[in-house]
C-alpha cells in the first residue's frame, strides 16, 4: 500500500465514516469532509437490508446500530383498503443481519463515532469549492481557504455532488422524476413492531413502519404520488397544515392507520425523487464517486443505503490490496465490479417508481391481481443476487 497513504474523503453522512472505518482497518489514513457545520440531527429514516448489514458487521458498528433501530421480520404489500396482497416474511439465515428500520441521523453518529474511533479524522463544515489532480496526489479546496492533499479523493457526497461537478462539469444533472414522498413521524400505532407496511392505490402510495428516533418509538410514514415539482419558494411557504390537509385529500377513504398518522404528524418533510441518467464513469485521474454521487438508487428499491456502503467496502478492499498498481487501474476496477450490479438495482427501483404512480380503476385491479401472484415469487428470486451478495475482508 506504499503508493496509498491518505484518501481524502468528500461527504460525512453514511458511506464516508464507513469508507474510512476500513481504510483504517487497512492501515490508510482517512480523512472525511463534511459540509454541514455538525452532525445530522434531523431527515428520514433508511432501511439497510440484509446484504448492508453484512456490511455493518464488517466494520464492527452492528451492535451500535441494533441500539438505535427496529429490526424488520415481515413486509406487508397491502391495497388501500388495507387488504393484505402478500406478506412476505424476512429471515435472515445469521441473526445479525436482519433488515433494520433507522433513522438517518442515528446511522450517521454509529458510523461517525466509529470512524473517530478507528482513527479517521472528521472535519465539520467545508464547503468544497475546487479539485486539482497534480503529480503523484489530489488536492481539495473548500470555501474557508483550507485545502488538503491526498493520494487519492472519494466523492460520498450524494446525489447533488459536488465532487462530481468539479470533475465531471458536463456530466448529467438529478432529473425529477415526477414523483413526490412527502413523509412524516408520528406517535407509534404500537404493535406490529417488526413489519414495513406497504400499501398501493390508485391515486397513490403509502408505506409505514416503527422506527426509534431521538424522542423514543415512533411511526414513520411516506407517501408517493405524480405531482407537479413545486419550487423552492412555494415550498417554503407551505405549512405542515397544508401538507396535510393535500395529504388527507390524496388518500381520502385510505383504511387506517393512513389518515390518522397524517393527521398526528409530530413531524413532516417533503422529498422530491431525483433520478441521475448514467454517468459515462465513476472515476477521472485520483477522483472516484461512490454511493449516489456515482449512481443514485431510488428509494423504491429500498437498496440505496446498502448499495452505497457496498461501495465502500469493496473499494476499500481494493484499495487495500493495491499492491503497486496504478490508481487508475484499481479505480476501473472498482467500477468494474459495482456498475453491472448497481445498474440492476436502480432498474428495480425505476420499476417499483412506476407501481406507485396513479392508476386507472382496470389497472388497479389487475395490478392487485399481478402482486398476490408475483410479489412472492419475485422476493424469492431476489435473495440470491441482491441480498446473499458476499464481499469478503
Known sequence: MASIKRVLIIGGGVAGPVLAIFLRKAGVDALVFEADAGPNRGGAGLSIATNGMRVLKAAGVLPAVEACSVKIRRWCFENQEGKPLATIPEKADDADLQPVLIARAALQKVVMDAAVAAGATIHFGKQLVEVDDVAGSVRACFADGTSYYGDLMVGADGIRSQLRQCIMPEAPKPVYTGLMAPGGFSPCIGGDSDAMHFRFGQTGFF??????????????????????LPNREEAARTSDAER??????????????????????????????????????????????????????????GQGGSMALEDAMVLAKLLRDFNGRDVQEVLRAFERERRPRTDRVIEMGRKNGRQKEGMSPFAYWM?????????????????????NYQIGW
Open 244 to 301: 396535510k390537509a393535500k395529504l388527507l385529500a390524496l388518500h381520502r377513504g385510505w383504511a387506517e392507520p393512513v389518515c390518522g398518522l397524517i393527521e398526528s404528524a409530530e413531524q413532516m418533510m417533503d422529498i422530491a425523487i431525483h433520478d441521475v441518467p448514467s454517468l459515462p464513469q465513476w472515476s477521472v485521474g485520483r477522483v472516484v464517486l461512490i454511493g449516489d454521487a456515482a449512481h443514485a438508487v431510488a428509494p423504491h428499491s
Open 207 to 228: 408505506g409505514f413502519s416503527n422506527i426509534v428516533t431521538a424522542d423514543g418509538l415512533r411511526t414513520m410514514w411516506w407517501s408517493t404520488a405524480k405531482m407537479p
Open 367 to 387: 395490478m392487485q391481481q399481478a402482486m398476490r401472484i408475483f410479489v412472492p415469487v419475485v422476493r424469492r428470486k431476489r435473495q440470491d443476487w441482491l441480498l
